[in-house]
Nanobody
C-alpha cells in the first residue's frame, strides 16, 4: 500500500509559479511510476504529467509541456511538480498518483493505471 499527500497549492497570479510536493509512505514508492492529474470544477479528471520509477523518463500532457516539470526524489519518497507561467485555465485540484504495477515500462496517461491517489491540493490562478 502507498499513501500520498500533496502540498504546495495556493493562490497565484497569472504568470506566476508554484511547486507542488507529494509525500509518499510505503517502501514500494521507489519502484512505482508516479504522476499528477488535475480536476477543475465541473470537468473530468485530466492527466498532467508522469515520471517513471527511476526518474529518468517523463511524459507530459500538451497543456503542461514546456511550462511544468515533474521530478522525484526516491530517497525522500517525494514527488514534485514545478509549474511555471501559470494561467487561469490551470485552476484545479491537483492530485498525485502512483502506479499499481512495479517497474512498469510505459507511462500511460489514463487514470485507471494509478490505483493510489492523494486527496489533492487546490491551485487557483487569478487573471
Amino acid at each position: 500500500q502507498v499513501q500520498l499527500v500533496e502540498s504546495g497549492g495556493g493562490l497565484v497570479q497569472a504568470g506566476g509559479s508554484l511547486r507542488l510536493s507529494c509525500a509518499a509512505s510505503g517502501s514500494t514508492f521507489g519502484s512505482l511510476n508516479m504522476g499528477w492529474f488535475r480536476q477543475a470544477p465541473g470537468k473530468d479528471r485530466e492527466f498532467v504529467a508522469a515520471i517513471n520509477w527511476a526518474g529518468n523518463s517523463t511524459y507530459y500532457a500538451a497543456v503542461a509541456q514546456g511550462r511544468f516539470t515533474i521530478s522525484r526524489d526516491n530517497e525522500r519518497n517525494t514527488g514534485f511538480l514545478q509549474m511555471n507561467r501559470l494561467e487561469p485555465e490551470d485552476t484545479a485540484d491537483y492530485h498525485c498518483v502512483a502506479d499499481g504495477r512495479p517497474y512498469r515500462a510505459v507511462l500511460p496517461p489514463t487514470p485507471g493505471t494509478y490505483p493510489y491517489w492523494g486527496p489533492g491540493t487546490q491551485v487557483t490562478v487569478s487573471p
